[in-house]
């Protein structure tokens, strides 16, 4: 659904941020963006979404181009949630603060209170539509910039480093939320560290350095090569190096783990 | 070096709270009886409503049920104009005692249509304890007509717990407003740290974890000495750093003793270029600029930036960046560094690279290094202590593993548990 080809941007045209970066994106896929601090990730996010523009190469949402947009015209078919919530949220409840996309669409008055009580339904904010978000924590903050961005009713989510400065207990409703979306068919693009969410979520991997795209495959393809998953700066997941420790071949998952343990201790009895 | 920390919850509400309000309630209690009228010989009992009250107000245990009947039954004696004042002293001691019981075990704990029913309950069932006693005792004693005490004492008794019953459920709501404020969980003052009694050893490895909001950044900041500086509401503690006494000294002299990286380590940046950078904290101790380029120099080589003096800071990735924060700190020589989320939003690689660093600050300086942290994977070759907070409270501090066990088999935040332990302690119980 989302076709990037020959992506080319630069800050200060010398030294290129990205580089002829070509790029397919399926509906219903959740596509991880991995790569050293700096390697265009988030540039890379960023002109999806029209908040840049690349300086050469097409985009094309649906067959349709999208290489010269802005966000205003993204923001119908691509809900951003920012790395850091508090660089997002501006409204004085949280209630106007789901409720602001829905406006500038030109929703009208009754679609705007049902997308927003939905958005924070799914999140879990139900209860909390008068708080300020800014003083919410930090999880319930980054749970509200995924509200407001569901609530322009996306078919398309980029979340940029969700899990940062979340405690574990919240990365975990965090990564449900993600699963329950892309069940419900939305296409997530997930700009991550972490790679046991990519071993345990992803669909396909795209891996950075320098602007250039160095992988596009499976998170399978990526930690059975440990010389070049190493090589991207990146490391294997816990689970791979567990399942290598025990024997147990490439396992991405903690459920594949405990499947193979126990497969094979019914093996030895 | 020693670094106690307690910060304590203000004395818990008085052990002594429930005799101040039985005292109380019984004594309107005697005032009420005596002014109240009667009518054709019945009357109110206020003194059975009053107790009533007063044990569902601070639920104390049976025996201190007793103690409050007791007492009841001698003021009742003194007050009573039956004919027989004394069995008071049999049938109150032993109302209050049942009356705490069912009090304690909330035996009555019913809504209608949301309005607890629980006081009409209790009051009626302890007056026809104590009124069924009291007269049963007078008949027995004074030997009084079988129908004197069949039609008019026990139906008396009935129509003196139907009317407590009455006062005591429009009585229950008024009171325990009164009373019983500190009990309500929003207006007792909860405290960020609570109680935190912590040794942190001199050259040792520190982590500190916990859910966000359990407190890490506040006990770093307190430690840092930001935090009891710059924003006070330390109560009943002591912090105490290498013989410093933290909340009572003055920030200057702590800078020298501990270095703080924060959470935002690129809001702890201020300059253009790196070499400018470590010379700031130098420069403000007015330090010869001989010795800041030394310094500089020594620093940066530490951290892996050597040669990189002239680079913008803004060119650094998240991984430098975060090497430098850690560069300016060191640069003032201080023995205690504390880091807050020091990997976050940092790449694997640079993650790697900050925990070895900080392992050979530790191992080859001596630092003694405390980082709050919630992915655990990358510390376990470190860290000497593993401490984890749960909502303020120190959970455990200890060995790692020792703590990692704690956390799995009582369920503080055993999500922050790394997958390779998760598994050794599930196989481990699974004994397979």
């Known amino acids: 659904m989302l076709n990037l080809k020959d992506i080319n941007y630069s800050y200060n045209k010398k030294d290129k941020v990205l580089d002829s970066i070509t790029l397919d994106i399926h509906e219903g896929e959740i596509v991880a963006i991995a790569g050293r601090n700096g390697s265009g990730k988030t540039t890379l996010t960023r002109i999806i979404m029209g908040i840049m523009n690349a300086d050469c190469g097409f985009l094309q949402l649906d067959g349709k181009d999208i290489t010269k947009s802005i966000p205003a015209d993204m923001a119908k078919h691509i809900g951003y949630v920012f790395q850091n919530p508090d660089r997002q949220l501006f409204a004085s409840s949280v209630f106007e603060e789901v409720a602001y996309a829905p406006k500038q669409l030109g929703f009208s008055e009754k679609e705007i209170t049902t997308s927003v009580k939905k958005a924070l339904e799914i999140t879990g904010l139900t209860g909390l539509e008068y708080n300020s978000p800014q003083m919410l924590s930090r999880g319930l903050k980054q749970r509200l910039s995924i509200a407001s961005a569901l609530a322009a009713k996306p078919k398309i989510l980029i979340l940029d480093e969700p899990t940062t400065g979340q405690d574990c207990r919240e990365r975990t409703i965090l990564l449900r939320l993600m699963r329950k979306f892309n069940l419900e068919g939305m296409t997530i693009i997930l700009v991550t560290h972490d790679m046991d969410i990519i071993a345990e979520h992803a669909h396909k991997v795209v891996v950075l350095e320098k602007g250039v795209l160095k992988f596009n495959g499976t998170p399978l393809e990526l930690f059975s090569n440990e010389k070049l998953t190493v090589g991207l700066g990146l490391e294997l997941p816990e689970a791979v190096h567990i399942g290598k420790e025990y024997n147990l071949g490439i396992c991405l998952t903690p459920r594949e783990i405990y499947k193979k343990l126990e497969e094979r201790n019914h093996a030895h009895v | ?432």
């Open chain 2, 1 to 432: 070096m020693e670094n106690k920390t307690a910060m304590n919850k203000a004395k818990n509400e008085g052990s002594l709270r429930w005799i101040t309000i039985t005292t109380l309630l019984l004594a309107i209690g005697v005032i009420l009886r005596m002014i109240s009228p009667s009518m054709g010989g019945i009357s109110l009992n206020w003194n059975i409503v009053m107790y009533c009250l007063a044990i569902m107000l601070c639920r104390p245990t049976p025996e201190q049920g007793l103690g409050i009947g007791i007492v009841a039954g001698l003021v009742a004696t003194m007050t009573s104009k039956a004919a027989l004042p004394y069995a008071n002293l049999i049938s109150e001691p032993i109302a209050g005692y049942l009356c705490a019981y069912m009090a304690y075990k909330r035996f009555f704990d019913l809504k209608i249509a949301n309005i607890k029913i629980e006081p009409a309950f209790m009051v009626f069932i302890t007056t026809v304890i104590s009124g069924g006693i009291f007269v049963t005792v007078t008949k027995i004693i004074i030997n009084l007509p079988i129908n004197v005490y069949l039609y008019a004492m026990l139906p008396t008794v009935g129509i003196m717990a139907i009317l407590g019953m009455i006062v005591g459920q429009v009585l229950y709501k008024p009171a325990n407003k009164i009373f019983n404020l500190n009990h309500d969980a929003k207006n007792k003052i909860r405290y960020t740290l609570d109680h935190i009694n912590l040794t942190i050893e001199k050259g040792s490895f520190s982590i500190v974890t916990g859910v966000n909001g359990s407190g890490k950044t506040t006990l770093l900041l307190a430690i840092a000495g930001a935090r009891t500086n710059y924003f006070g509401g330390m109560k009943n503690s002591n912090l105490i750093v290498n013989d410093i006494d933290i909340i009572r000294t003055e920030l200057a002299e702590l800078n020298r003793q501990v270095g703080m990286v924060m959470a935002d380590y690129e809001g702890q940046l201020v300059t253009e270029t790196v070499g400018d950078e470590i010379a700031f904290s130098l420069e403000n101790l007015g330090i010869e600029p001989k010795e800041i380029l030394k310094k500089r120099n020594e620093v940066l080589n530490m951290v892996g930036l050597g040669g990189l003096e002239d680079r913008l800071i803004t060119s650094l990735s998240g991984g430098q960046k975060q090497r430098l924060a850690i560069a300016t700190v060191l640069a003032v020589d201080s023995p205690i560094l504390v880091l807050d989320e020091p990997i976050a939003a940092i790449d694997p690689e640079g993650a790697i690279e900050i925990y070895s660093l900080l392992k050979e600050l530790n191992t080859k300086y001596h630092k003694t290094i405390i980082v709050a942290e919630h992915d655990l994977k990358y510390v376990s070759d470190c860290v000497t202590q593993l401490i984890v907070l749960d909502d303020g409270d120190l959970k455990y501090a200890g060995m790692m593993d020792e703590c990692l066990n704690f956390m799995y088999h009582s369920k503080i935040y055993p999500e922050a548990i790394p997958l390779k332990w998760k598994i050794y302690l599930e196989l481990g119980d699974k004994k397979c």
